[in-house]
């Protein structure tokens, strides 16, 4: 079955330190991959996503990702994080063709400390 | 654009008894999608609709009806509330780019359920 893994449950950083979230998915054909940030007591936001062309993709408030295709991987990275990027983030995939069904990891907590 | 929109945001109900919980989009997408959250699983797909007339089952669909008779609505119906239903409930809709594959997903603000 579709699936996708995000190892890190918990994070916690000071401000200024630089972010890395994993994330894994498993499936054999092309995919669109997105991450989505949740504030506290607010719904998902769209942070970036990734279609096709340069691996590199930038998101808004200084947020990127890569895609590695041979590892099945789109981690998500910051270079210096502010407490108010304290939140959940989500990893999704929706395969291109075949299925119409957006399949989302279990999230990461982030708690930046000031 | 409101965007996607649910309503009610908060809602406590007695094991037993059924309700709706309402979802619109303004966007004309044909996609729409529910989902529940619940404290360390992620967001768990209830149900989809590709569009007016189509629906189909996600992961947990038990104990959940939907319908879609127009592009712009997609209830949600709980049949015989349980306290295992307790979650919050988001609503989300998205389209297919031009090259046919669908884009991100918008969603709504989210409804909170508690069944007792």
């Known amino acids: 079955a579709q699936s996708v893994s995000q190892h890190n449950h918990h994070v916690i950083l000071s401000e200024a330190a630089s972010l890395e979230l994993g994330c894994n998915y498993s499936?054999?054909?092309?995919?669109?991959l997105f991450w989505y940030v949740q504030y506290p007591g607010q719904h998902l936001q769209l942070l970036l996503k990734y279609f096709s062309g340069d691996p590199l993709v930038k998101g808004i408030k200084g947020f990127e990702a890569e895609f590695i295709k041979s590892k099945f991987s789109f981690n998500l990275r910051k270079p210096s994080v502010q407490w108010s990027d304290t939140a959940e983030y989500f990893c999704?995939?929706?395969?291109?063709?075949?299925?119409?069904?957006?399949?989302f990891g279990t999230g990461t907590r982030l708690k930046v400390l000031a | 654009n409101a965007g996607v929109t649910q309503t009610p945001k908060f809602q406590v109900l007695k094991t037993g008894q059924s309700m709706t919980l309402q979802c619109a989009q303004d966007?004309?997408?044909?996609?729409m999608s529910w989902y529940r959250q619940d404290p360390g699983m992620g967001l768990r797909l209830i149900h989809y609709?590709?569009?007016?007339?189509?629906?189909d089952q996600g992961e947990v669909p038990n104990g959940y009806n939907v319908s879609r008779s127009t592009t712009e609505d997609f209830p949600l119906r709980l049949l015989s509330a349980a306290p295992s239903q307790t979650s919050v409930y988001f609503c989300?809709?998205?389209?297919?780019?031009?090259?046919?594959?669908?884009?991100?997903?918008?969603f709504g603000p989210g409804t909170r359920l508690t069944v007792l």
């Open positions: 499936y054999g054909g092309t995919v669109n």
């Open positions: 966007m004309n997408h044909e996609y």
């Open positions: 999704a995939v929706i395969p291109y063709s075949g299925t119409y069904k957006y399949i």
């Open positions: 989300a809709s998205s389209y297919r780019g031009a090259g046919g594959s669908y884009n991100e997903q918008f």
């Open positions: 609709s590709v569009g007016a007339g189509i629906t």
